[in-house]
């Protein structure tokens, strides 16, 4: 594919788009310490608010005496479920009295003159608890006498993209556990075609990854003059969520006011927090800002759920797969969790990228008390390991290189029946092999000079653009310079910038020449599904620019035969302005280029932009870019791809594991802003190497509380552990978004591939995280 329907989606020629290291518009507020995020806003007269959060597991609050806490000094207000208020809020997520795992907020919220009297209000408190059994081990809640902790299966959350061809949503349910199952082909017959069958085990583990800024928020009431009658709801902390908070409280999004830009959280993590849903309601009964945000110790929410797999895969004496059969058991978390990482995998995942076309999945999706994920808070795209682990079990199997069971396995462009290979991907193992000068050994093999063991590892993923998303866009050339009104966000991905580059680009000019203008009162946003939020909208951006780019031309033309007479104040010039080159000209006479306004026929006959015209003029564009082959089969048709490979050095004797480096070859069809790119696959990669080899979650069985939800007991990687990640950028322009773009999005983040090296130097399976006492146990050395 590419991008055929576009203006100048062919175009071979960039000067901006691509380009590295150009600034982000608020990178110097991010710097500097300048931004501010939810937690960050104080007003004047500002209260604060905290909820009860539940010691228990699984508990429901029968009964509250808040008699003693009201009696406090600087307690403003306590308000419970049972208040007619908190009974009125529309949506939103569970403000009840149950709490489904410890540290769960329950819908009983103390507001006061400053935290401490909040917290002190808490402990006064006389909360009469009902504890409930509870799960935190997957196969022990599955059993059929485990205790039942939800009766009614709550609605999955879908995470703002997708779903579509995928599992159920809405499974049928017995005990704790529900069933989802997708299947195509023949499963029996697939077997009987193999030569060879293996079964695994394969552990993807839930963890928490990086939390830069906890959420919280500031809400309170004001008189409005533009917008009628009544009082508008401003506040800060809801980034990109302001309009379905205000929908709590029946609120139009024009008396929604949110001036903030900068929105926290972790990776693709865009759930709404309770503390930024409750604000405007204790604002309206206090009738003063009301402050509420969480701890840090309070977010260490699931960055993905747990899932336990169990892997039975037929291949030919080649090592071509004929069948594979997975059954699993997946975390569903507790209420509201996203349904990534069960029912959510079943529509995307490797194995319709693959030759095979028997394939069966069956998913046991238990009900458990561990934690939550919240929405787009996914990692792993999503069992795709998988297969990773597949191609190298295989390949030690056949003496063969990862590589060529992968390459062999790898359906053609077209579909799965197409055994061509895909353009995309051979360059990318092509440039991942240079990169790395890979050189495959088998498990055990190769001793590094100072004696440890030597691993490497392969994966490759597709390079997707999550599809479906339209664009609302709008460009402004006013006293001579463009303007490109944003709502923003900031969320770390610079898409706004991506579209400024695209803008200057098309209009010839400086990326530093347009004018961001931040405004949470405007349509745009470049946030989408996945990399659409970059590709996709700057493909909307660049029709819109080629408008602007005519009317400005129109504009020339017509000031060339028709001088606008001098006006203004000041004295008059000294001598006539000299006569417009373009005099007489059509606009298709005419290009902009440099900055300036030039005759396509004779460039030297140029004069500036802001000097060619004084027109004030305006561009709307709304749309998309065609769906991309992503969104109409989830990999059953290929076109960018991505090849991911690590190298590993294991100390036997210590378990030691250290991640020597990445390599990755990622083809995203056409580079929009580098440094987004760059930026995306270290991250993605710092926070795979975390959930390999460091982080975990421990529970105590008997009561069901967390052990280690703090920066001390929970284990990441520091700036000191970070593997370094070679890169090398391909552009095939096989996409169909800006310039044939599709994006990379979270697709190299992945669970297995530093485990798939650390096979490849020990000989064994170790299940992550990959600590030094696992190691030395696989090795049989404790």
Known sequence: MADLEGVNGQRTEFKVVGKPNLPGKLSPALATGVAKFGIDYAVPDMLHAKFLRSPYANARVLGVDAAKAKAIPGVVDIVTWEDEDMKQLSGGGFLDNIADMEGAEVAVIVVAENEDICEEALRALDVKWEVLPHVVDLREGRKPDAPVIREKYPPAKSGGFMMGGGGNNNPPKKGNVSYSNVSQGDIEAGFKQADHVIEYDLNMPAFSSHIPNPSGSVAWWEDDPYHGEGKSLHIEGAVQRKDSVGGMYRMPSEKTIQEGLFQGGKYCDWGTRKSQEITPLLAKRTGRPVRCVCRRDEMYDFQMNQRLM???????????????????????????????????????????????????????????????MYTSGQHCPFNWDSVTMANHIIAEKLGKDPIDVATLNLHG???????????????????????????????????????????????????????????????????????????????????VEGNAMVVAEELGLRYEDVSIDFDYREIFTPVGGGSDGTTASAWATKECANILKQRILEAVVKEADNPPAAGGFGPAPKKPAAPSPFKG????????????????????????????????????????????????????????????????????????????????????????????????????????????????????????????????????????????????????????????????SHSLANTHLVICALQNAIGKWVDPPATPDKVLQALGKI
């Open 413 to 495: 462009p077209d579909s799965q029946e197409d055994a061509r290979p895909v353009p995309s991907y051979l360059a990318c193992v092509e440039a991942g092999k240079k990169l790395m000068g890979w050189n495959w050994h088998a498990a055990g093999a190769r001793k590094l000079p100072d004696g440890r063991l030597h691993g490497a590892s392969f994966r490759y993923q597709m390079s997707p653009r999550h599809s479906g998303a339209s664009f609302n866009c709008m460009l402004e050339f006013r006293n001579g310079v463009v303007h490109m009104p944003t709502q923003g966000p900031c969320t770390g991905i610079y898409a």
């Open 310 to 372: 169990h892997l039975k895969v037929g291949f030919k004496g080649d090592g071509l797969i004929t069948a594979i059969d997975d059954f699993s058991i997946g975390d569903n978390g507790v209420r509201g969790s996203s349904s990534f990482g069960n029912s959510g995998d079943q529509g995307y995942g490797p194995y319709v990228t693959t030759r095979c076309l028997n394939i069966r999945q069956n998913m046991d999706i238990v009900d458990t008390n561990r934690g939550k």
């Open 585 to 744: 000209k059509k606009p298709e006479d005419l290009d902009l280029k440099d900055g300036n306004v030039v005759l396509k026929a004779d460039p030297s006959q140029a004069v500036p932009l802001a000097r060619a015209t004084r027109a004030h003029l305006f561009a709307t564009y709304s749309g998309r870019p065609p769906l991309s082959i992503w969104s109409t089969g989830m990999g059953k048709a290929l076109d960018t791809m991505n090849v991911a490979m690590c190298e590993v050095a294991v100390d036997a004797e210590t378990g030691e594991v250290e991640v020597l480096r990445f390599g990755v070859a990622a083809d995203t069809g056409k580079i929009i802003r580098r440094t987004s790119l760059e930026s995306q696959i270290d991250q993605v990669l710092y926070f795979s190497q975390g959930c390999q080899l460091l982080e975990d979650y421990f529970y105590d069985a008997k009561t069901g509380v967390k052990l280690n939800n703090n920066m001390f007991d929970y284990k990441k990687p520091t700036i000191a552990d970070v593997a370094p990640v070679d890169k090398e950028l391909l552009e095939t322009h096989a996409g169909n978004a800006a310039y044939g773009s599709n994006g990379i």
